[in-house]
């Protein structure tokens, strides 16, 4: 059966510090691959997608960048954290877009 | 064009009540259309989901209505428990793209 595993479960960051949030996924193969960001009550805000290893296509201008070094690996990465990148993060892989999203258990970011 | 919308935005029903969320979306193009569920603190889950061609699915207290004339989607939830109560995201996507168009979300709270 497929999974996904996403760590670290919750980090706590300073501004300027760098970031690296990773994702892997197992049981299956060129999965389609997403980074979403969800602040506090809202909805799901995509944030970069791959269908490939090393093509990302970005959703929203910021301060992040991600990369997909692997077939199941995905990476979220910024070099300098600003207050605004808090939030809770979330991966998440599927065949094709006409099929379902499995989401990881995400990761809760706090920038002090 | 490219958006869901979903109403409402949170919603309170007494446990035994029918929950009822309602999605509208533009693009003709999607044929597949999914319900998530979100615990807090964890990854949405898919619940249930729809394709055109049927104009209803159920699956156990869960019950997805579909009206393709009118671009309108909605999740009901029969005989609502305390244990429901979570976010639910409707979403769309379509063969050949890349992407899950999710609603802003419905906080549901049942009360007991």
């Known amino acids: 059966s497929q999974t996904i595993h996403q760590w670290p479960a919750t980090l706590v960051q300073p501004v300027g510090s760098p970031l690296s949030l990773e994702c892997t996924v197992e049981g299956t193969s060129n999965p389609n691959l997403y980074w979403y960001r969800q602040a506090a009550g809202r909805g799901l805000q995509l944030l970069f997608y791959?269908?490939?290893?090393?093509?990302i296509s970005s959703e929203v201008p910021q301060n992040l960048s991600a990369s997909r070094p692997q077939d199941r690996q995905f990476i979220l990465s910024s070099k300098k954290l600003l207050l605004s990148d808090s939030g809770f993060y979330l991966c998440?892989?599927?065949?094709?877009?006409?099929?379902?999203?499995?989401f990881g258990d995400g990761t809760r970011l706090s920038i002090l | 064009q490219q958006q869901v919308k979903q109403s409402p935005q949170s919603l309170i029903v007494q446990k035994g009540g029918i929950s009822i969320i309602n999605c509208a979306y533009e693009n003709t193009a999607f044929d597949y259309f999914p319900w998530y569920q979100q615990f807090p603190g964890k990854g949405p889950a898919l619940l249930i989901a729809?394709?055109?061609?049927?104009s209803e699915k159920k699956e156990g207290r869960f019950t997805i209505s579909f009206n393709k004339s009118a671009k309108q989607f909605s999740l009901h939830i029969m005989d609502s428990q305390p244990g429901d109560s979570a976010t639910y995201f409707c979403?769309?996507?379509?063969?050949?793209?890349?992407?899950?168009?999710f609603g802003a979300g419905t906080r549901l709270f049942v009360k007991a």
């Open positions: 998440a892989w599927s065949l094709k877009s006409n099929q379902p999203q499995h």
């Open positions: 979403a769309a996507g379509n063969t050949g793209g890349f992407k899950t168009i």
């Open positions: 729809i394709r055109p061609d049927v």
């Open positions: 791959s269908v490939g290893i090393g093509q």
